[in-house]
Nanobody, 114 residues
């Protein structure tokens, strides 16, 4: 019933920036929180950032100071601005809507070259 569609991934050089988008089928304000996760090859999916319905944000230590999570309720979209990208940021980035259940998007690939 709930659909999330990520976009904005691609290939970027180290030190560059990308902005990921996650468009939801419903009002994102109806969810308790929106989160971004990523999964590198051969590794577990890891938490990146969260923004609550009240606007509070929290980041993983690995991206703190470089990534910014934000939302546009009018567009039912959450964003992840990624700056100063490093090769270790490479992976598939997933959007997650947290409510009674966890809803996930299909993921978007981010590749950072050295």
């Amino acid at each position: 019933q709930v659909q999330l569609v990520e976009s904005g991934g691609g290939l970027v050089q180290a030190g560059g920036s990308l902005r990921l988008s996650c468009a939801a089928s419903g009002s994102i304000s109806s969810f308790n929180a929106m989160r971004w996760y990523r999964q590198a090859p051969g590794k577990r999916r890891e938490f990146i950032a969260i923004i609550t319905s009240g606007g509070t944000t929290t980041y993983a230590d690995s991206v703190k100071g470089r990534f910014i999570i934000s939302r546009d309720n009018a567009k039912n979209t959450v964003y992840l601005q990624m700056n100063s990208l490093k090769p270790e940021d490479t992976g598939v980035y997933y959007c997650n809507a947290l409510s009674k259940y966890n809803y996930w998007g299909q993921g978007t690939q981010v590749t950072v070259s050295s």
